[in-house]
């Protein structure tokens, strides 16, 4: 099970770390993400990491402002958020694939976290 933390309402221009922990371990061999959806969008693809070589991925939008990283020890993904923008608003995923191709390609992996808000004003 994948549980997200650390959304909540900022403002522009301030930070935000996400969390998301599978206490399981379950998926601590697989390629993790985050993705976001604000409504009557579709899901869009913030940034991934390909656990077998550390390898990130980032949408444009974000490039050079959030930071994706992971704690194996802990089995935690984290995402660093800096210098928020309105349009970062949504609702946050955390992801997992044994696929990086199917997480970051294909948009479409198949396991998810519930979520959790970011909201910037």
């Known amino acids: 099970q994948l549980v997200e933390s650390g959304g909540g309402s900022v403002q522009a221009g301030e930070s935000l770390r996400l969390s998301c922990v599978d206490s399981?371990?379950?998926?601590?061999?697989?390629?993790w993400g985050w993705f976001r959806q604000t409504s009557g969008e579709e899901r869009e693809g913030v940034a991934a990491i390909y656990t077998v070589d550390g390898s990130t991925y980032y949408a444009d939008s974000v490039k050079g402002r959030f930071t994706i990283s992971k704690d194996n020890e802990r089995n935690t993904l984290a995402l660093q958020m800096n210098d928020l923008k309105p349009e970062d608003t949504a609702m946050y995923y955390c992801a997992a694939d044994s696929s990086v191709l199917r997480l970051w390609v294909g948009k479409s992996p198949s396991y998810w976290g519930q979520g959790t808000q970011v909201t910037v004003s």
């Open positions: 399981g371990y379950t998926y601590s061999s697989y390629s």
